[in-house]
């Protein structure tokens, strides 16, 4: 049961910062060019989107989880 209690504060987390943020931005980092010892890298940021779809289908998954687990207990 404390698992069916951390997955649903887990997936309302999840919820409210896909309805924050819109999405997630993250930098990687790429090899251009290596000819023996000279190495160049670039920065590319790149983002991954979270609709408001995916926030409200973690929040209500959260919500139900929460209350399906204190009805049992």
Known sequence: MKT???LAI???AVGVVAFAYQGITYTT???????GPIQMTA???KTLPLTP???SIALVG???LLVMGN???
Do not use: A, F, P, S
């Open 4 to 6: 069916n209690m951390l």
């Open 10 to 12: 887990i997936l309302i």
């Open 29 to 35: 980092r790429e090899k251009v060019v290596d000819i």
């Open 43 to 45: 920065e590319k940021t």
């Open 53 to 55: 779809i995916v926030g």
């Open 62 to 64: 959260g919500i139900v």
């Open 71 to 73: 009805k049992k207990g």
